[in-house]
């Protein structure tokens, strides 16, 4: 019935590896083996799992096709015909100041912004190639380092998304199971994609000030291939050891990796078919992302926005699986961040400032999520989420702890709660109800 702190959370054994099809012997499950993270890396996971709530943006040459970030590979464009579009990207609208206080205000702790999709197109000015927003854009400037010097001067966090998989570079040979169709020989040094690829990590962990992470995408495009992770994550974290790395590979994470995402699901479930994992009990903090629509990348098609509603319920529930919630905008080609997502972001950072005792700074509760809801819990204070319940009381099992004091957190008024051998019944007014969550907030004592 409770979920005592991460005990009941499976263990990261070889076992539980094998179990799905990851063979331990694998250079990419070796990973960083003797990895040891430093005491600033501890640091900052604390931070994460503080944090909550992020933003994640996705933006890039693709945008000015207006169909997501995939759209190289799905309309089956060449890599000679994809290298016309960054002449049309020119986002004179961009302004980054607008985008981090748009972040803070939707109540967002960090931000994550593709460096490098799988277009290979680099975001900032590398220099390992002229595949980038500068040498190849009108624009000529390199946003990522506008946006970085403003997350440092608004003291917001940035993250990097860094797509392995690459479309473009001509070394990403043998290629693997997308990005088939683009013309590129058949021939390649998958060496020289490597160094390509750390070398553009190293400017990015060199030349944009302190960075909270690095979010790893693409790996599953070629599962059996030598990643070399061990070099690309010891590079990493001896550049910047707080940085925190991750990545998108679906699999249980591998030694080196800080934190364990889960991508349009939450922690241990598997709707969207990406997800074979459970949450695996080395304590590191859990992250889960998801679109606002149904697209990454800016898709002028995609109306299919959830609701405000929807999106604090799954930061919510988010929250009592122990989890971050990273939350997409895929911003337009002019810079914009487009007015159905904005509002819907104002309208999280509203409720925040009201409710966000119960979710920043928390860990999931004492109670596993139910259907009805999730508990967070701060110190002795445990936080009933109370999403999806019609009825006027809600029993709950017994906690931890005998309950003191109980109130409403919507308007501070007491909440009754009739504390049996039995368990616990809550009575719920109408007065103390929220259309998003009827928060109730019990402070316990000794049992
Ligand atoms: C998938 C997609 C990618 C997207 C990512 C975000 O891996 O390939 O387009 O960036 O998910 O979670």
Known sequence: MYRRSHSLKMRFSTAFLLAFGVATSSPAVRAQANYQPSSANLEAR?????????????????????????????????????????????????????????????????????????????????????????????????????????CHRQGIKLFFYHSQLDWHNPNYYPRGRT????????????????????????????????????????????????????????????????????????????PGEDFQMFEKDLPGQNTAGFNQTAVISNQLPLETCETMNNSWGFNIADSHYKSTRQLIQYLVRAAGYDANFLLNVGPMPNGKIQPEFVTRLREMGEWLARYGESVYGTRGGPLTPRSWGVTTQRGNKVYVHILDWQDSSLALPALPGKVKSAHFLKDGSHAEIADTAGGLVLQIPPSARDDFDTVAVLELGER
Do not use: C
């Not at 109540?107 to 994550?112: A, F, H, L, N, V």
């Open 46 to 150: 604390r931070w994460f799992e503080a944090a909550k709530f992020g933003l994640f943006i996705h933006w890039g040459a693709y945008s000015v096709l207006g169909d997501g970030e995939w759209v190289m590979n799905n309309r089956r464009i060449t890599v000679e015909e994809y290298e016309k579009l960054p002449a049309f990207f020119n986002p004179t609208e961009f302004a980054p100041a607008e985008w981090v206080a748009l972040a803070k205000a939707a109540g967002m702790k960090y931000i994550t912004i593709t460096s490098k999709h799988h277009d290979g197109f680099a975001m900032f000015a590398t220099k390992q190639s002229d595949w980038n927003i500068v040498d190849r854009t009108p624009y000529r400037k390199d946003v990522l380092k506008m946006l970085a010097d403003e």
């Open 179 to 254: 990005g088939r169709e683009t013309g590129r020989p058949e021939s390649g040094d998958w060496t020289q994609y490597l160094d390509y690829m750390d070398g553009q990590l190293r400017e990015l962990l060199t030349n944009y000030g302190e960075i909270g992470g690095i979010w790893f995408d693409g790996m599953w495009d070629k599962p059996e291939a030598d990643w070399r992770l061990a070099t690309t994550y010891k590079l990493i974290h001896d550049l910047q050891p707080q940085t925190l790395i991750g990545s998108n590979h679906h699999h249980a994470p591998f």
